[in-house]
């Protein structure tokens, strides 16, 4: 059994800052990676849709 706080669920998980991508800054995937995953539950934590931009200010998300 993995000790890696960041490994569960099948998948290792890790956010990063963009301005510095080669650490990451996630110590707890169930605190910091799972919570934006949960609307991609079904489709095993993967976000399969890109998201649509915002009709108001045409950002998008993801």
Do not use: E
Not at 14 to 33: I, M, V
């Amino acid at each position: 059994m993995s000790r890696n706080k960041l490994s569960s669920d099948g998948w290792g998980w890790s956010l990063f800052d963009a301005t510095s991508p080669q650490k990451t800054t996630s110590t707890n995937y169930t605190a910091h990676c799972q919570p934006c995953h949960v609307p991609a539950r079904q489709s095993d934590w993967i976000y399969t849709d890109g998201h649509r931009p915002d009709p108001v200010s045409g950002a998008s998300w993801g």
